[in-house]
């Protein structure tokens, strides 16, 4: 079966830091785009972060430009969310998403493969 695990998040203060993982298993990552995304309560779902396969540039949300970095291991098959300068704002459960046409987007129903989430929370 495929399926995308999410780990990493926690409680963490204003101006820290955390880095999540989205593994997956089942199938290669290699060759698909994989985003993150994020929802609050009564929020819409917003696209974080997303990076192309077979790329290792990334592109991120204006929200969170400059503060998170999205990067991938082939070896590890694994995508990487390193979240830098948290802020309360930032707080919601956070997804990965894996998208077989290959490109990633910011757009939550182009993908086609997700993990169940992992929650972050950012307060003093």
């Known amino acids: 079966q495929l399926q995308l695990v999410e780990s990493g998040g926690g409680l963490v203060q204003p101006g820290g830091s955390l880095r999540l993982s989205c593994a997956a298993f089942?199938?290669?990552?290699?060759?698909?785009?994989v985003g993150w995304f994020r929802q609050a309560p009564g929020k819409e779902r917003e696209g974080v972060s997303y990076?192309?396969?077979?790329?290792?540039?990334?592109h991120s949300a204006d929200s969170v430009k400059g503060r998170f970095t999205i990067s991938r291991d082939y070896a590890e098959n694994t995508v990487y969310l390193q979240m830098n300068s948290l802020i309360p704002e930032d707080t919601a459960v956070y997804y990965c998403a894996a998208d077989d046409a290959g490109w990633g987007t910011l757009r939550a129903d182009e993908y086609d493969i997700w993990g169940q989430g992992t929650r972050v929370t950012v307060s003093s």
């Open positions: 089942g199938f290669k990552l290699d060759y698909y785009g």
């Open positions: 990076i192309g396969g077979g790329t290792s540039s990334g």
